[in-house]
T-cell receptor, first 118, second 111 residues
Framework: GAVVSQHPSRVICKSGTSVKIECRSL??????MFWYRQFPKQSLMLMAT?????????EQGVEKDKFLINHASLTLSTLTVTSAHPEDSSFYIC??????????????FGPGTRLTVL | RKEVEQDPGPFNVPEGATVAFNCTYS??????FFWYRQDCRKEPKLLMS???SGNEDGRFTAQLNRASQYISLLIRDSKLSDSATYLC????????????FGGGTRLMVKP
């Protein structure tokens, strides 16, 4: 299957700092990327849908000013957690959809970024 | 009511056993259904899609019952390596390509 990378894989930061997470599709172009968050023993929750060249669509309850998403190219989307607090500690996973028209296109998941805010 | 519901388990089974998981979904208009596997601290990986007629991939069999809005996954001849969390995933509509994840069912296969 297609490969999606995320960087960094793990980050520990102090409360109040901002953290940027990169999501890259390595061997395909992704018109759409998705950002998920997973708390311990819970399922993945979609945070936002990111379309190349346009503003992200955020799910209800997700603060767009706190979780800044940029999808500047067909292979890169970034999520910036601004002024992170301990409650933002979570496993952040991105996925990317191949640029193929019509029907359902499989989402390929990145390996995730584990964020710990002290 | 959650959009996609699963028994969290854990299901503890011996090697070689057959185990089945069920999942129910609330949106009757849902179009696509999948089972993903997620290992501890890893990303989910697609195990198989679920088709209306049911489908099989080696030791894994998936079934869809639209009338009752549930999906099942059957694993035969369980291996130690099958130990993981199995996520039931529903795509509410093909156009949006958004996925709704169930909470997952944890499987532990013991020697």
């Amino acid at each position: 299957g297609a490969v999606v990378s995320q960087h960094p894989s793990r980050v520990i930061c102090k409360s109040g700092t901002s953290v940027k997470i990169e999501c890259r599709s390595l061997d395909f172009q992704a018109t759409t990327m998705f950002w998920y968050r997973q708390f311990p023993k819970q399922s993945l929750m979609l945070m936002a849908t990111s379309n190349e060249g346009s503003k992200a669509t955020y799910e209800q309850g997700v603060e767009k000013d706190k979780f800044l998403i940029n999808h500047a190219s067909l292979t890169l989307s970034t999520l910036t957690v601004t002024s992170a607090h301990p409650e933002d500690s979570s496993f952040y996973i991105c996925s990317a959809r191949d640029r193929v028209a019509g029907g359902y296109n499989e989402q390929f998941f990145g390996p995730g970024t584990r964020l710990t805010v002290l | 009511r959650k959009e996609v519901e699963q028994d969290p388990g854990p299901f503890n089974v011996p090697e070689g056993a057959t185990v089945a998981f069920n999942c129910t979904y609330s949106n009757s208009a849902s179009q696509s259904f999948f089972w993903y596997r997620q290992d501890c601290r890893k990303e989910p990986k697609l195990l198989m899609s679920v088709y209306s007629s049911g489908n099989e991939d080696g030791r894994f069999t998936a079934q869809l019952n639209r009338a009752s809005q549930y999906i099942s996954l059957l694993i035969r001849d369980s291996k130690l390596s099958d130990s993981a969390t199995y996520l039931c995933v529903v795509n509410p509509n093909n156009a949006g390509n958004m996925l709704t994840f169930g909470g997952g069912t944890r499987l532990m296969v013991k020697p």
